[in-house]
C-alpha cells in the first residue's frame, strides 16, 4: 500500500527533515508514528499526500511511485487519502451535512449521490440524526468525528491520523479510536495514526514507528516494541506512559533523557540522540548507527548500544 526507499527530505543544507527513511503498511493495517515535536512526522504526512517531493529515495503509493508523479494526477492520489486533524477543520456557518458533503462537491458529484454518500458517512460515525446541526452545537468529541465522515466520504484506501485525539479528553479519546479502529476493519482501510503518546493506541496498532530528529529510531510489530523496546529514546518514551495503578506509577522508574532537544538545524554528530541518551559513549559522536533487524523478525533499531550487546 505504501513504502518509503531510503527516503531523505531536505529544506536546505542546514535542515534535514528525514534522513533515509524506510517504512511500509501494508492494506489494512495500522501504524502509529511517534516522536516528538520536528521529529519528521508532519513531513512524512506531506511527502505521502504529495504536498512536497522526497529529495532522495521513493515514496510509493498504491504501487504508484510520487517522486516524479505528473502534476496532473496528484488529485487523482489524493482522492485515495482521507486526512483526520487535531483541529477538525470544520466550517461552523455550515450544517454538519454540508461539511461533510464538502469533498463531493468540490469533485462536481451529481446533488442526487451526495445526499445518499453523506448519510451513509454520519450513519458509520454515529452522525446521522444530527445531519441537520450546526457543528458549534456538538461536543468535541461529536465533532472530530464529523471530520472521520469528512475523510471517509471519498471511500479513501488510507486514513491518516495527525494527532486526532490530542485535544479530547481521555474517555473520549477511547470513543474516538475504537470508531478508527472499527471503520479500519470494517472497510478494509490502511491506516497511519500520528501522535505523540503511546498510550494512545498501544492496544490497536500494527507496527509502531518511533522517529527522533528525522531518523528512524525503531521500528517494530507493536506487541513486540512494547514487550521489549530496544532503543534508549523508545524506553524513555515507554516509561512516561502513565500505569493506572497509582502504587505500581509510583514505583516505576522515572523517565530520564538528557540535556535539551537538539535543534534540527545543526543535529549532533554520529548518532543524533548521543546527546541525551544515557548510554552514549564517544564511538556514538563518529559514527551514524544503521537501521537494522538483527533479529529477523521486523523489529528494527538504529543504535550502537543494541549492535554492541548483540555482537
Not at 520536528?38 to 498504491?62: D, H, Q, Y
Not at 554528530?269 to 548507527?289: I, K, Q
Not at 521486523?298 to 555482537?311: F, N
Request: proline share 7%; net charge neutral; with cysteine.
Amino acid at each position: 500500500m505504501i513504502e518509503f526507499r531510503q527516503v531523505t527530505k531536505r529544506y536546505d543544507s542546514d535542515h534535514t527533515a528525514l534522513r533515509q527513511v524506510n517504512f511500509g503498511l501494508e492494506r489494512g493495517e495500522l501504524a502509529f508514528l511517534t516522536g516528538h515535536s520536528g521529529a519528521g512526522k508532519s513531513t512524512l504526512l506531506k511527502l505521502i499526500m504529495v504536498m512536497e517531493r522526497p529529495s532522495a529515495g521513493e515514496v510509493i503509493v498504491g504501487g504508484q511511485v510520487l517522486n516524479t508523479l505528473p502534476r496532473r494526477q496528484v488529485p487523482y492520489i489524493r482522492r485515495h487519502i482521507g486526512v483526520v486533524f487535531q483541529n477538525h477543520q470544520l466550517l461552523f456557518d455550515r450544517t454538519v451535512f454540508d461539511n461533510v458533503a464538502m469533498p463531493l462537491e468540490v469533485m462536481g458529484t451529481p446533488a442526487r449521490d451526495i445526499g445518499r454518500r453523506v448519510r451513509a458517512a454520519l450513519d458509520k460515525v454515529g452522525l446521522l440524526s444530527k445531519e441537520k446541526m450546526n457543528p458549534m452545537q456538538l461536543s468535541g468529541g461529536e465533532q472530530q468525528r464529523v471530520g472521520i465522515a469528512r475523510a471517509l466520504i471519498l471511500e479513501p484506501k488510507l486514513i491518516i491520523c495527525d494527532e486526532p485525539v490530542s485535544a479530547l479528553d481521555v474517555s473520549v479519546q477511547a470513543q474516538v479510536i475504537n470508531l478508527l479502529k472499527n471503520l479500519q476493519r470494517d472497510m478494509g482501510l490502511s491506516l497511519i495514526f500520528i501522535a505523540h503518546d503511546l498510550s494512545v493506541v498501544k492496544h490497536i496498532s500494527d507496527r509502531v514507528m518511533v522517529l527522533y530528529l528525522g531518523n528512524v529510531a525503531e521500528n517494530a510489530p507493536r506487541a513486540e516494541l512494547f514487550a521489549n523496546p530496544r532503543h534508549p529514546y523508545t524506553q524513555a518514551l515507554m516509561a512516561a506512559v502513565p500505569i493506572p495503578d497509582p502504587e505500581r506509577e509510583r514505583a516505576k522508574p522515572p523517565a530520564e533523557l538528557e540535556g535539551d532537544l537538539p535543534s534540527p538545524m545543526n543535529p549532533p554528530s554520529g548518532c543524533v540522540f548521543r546527546t541525551r541518551c544515557p548510554l552514549a559513549t564517544d564511538y556514538c559522536s563518529r559514527e551514524v548507527p544503521v537501521l537494522e533487524d538483527k533479529t529477523g523478525a521486523g523489529h528494527w533499531v538504529a543504535c550502537h548500544y543494541v549492535e554492541r550487546q548483540e555482537s
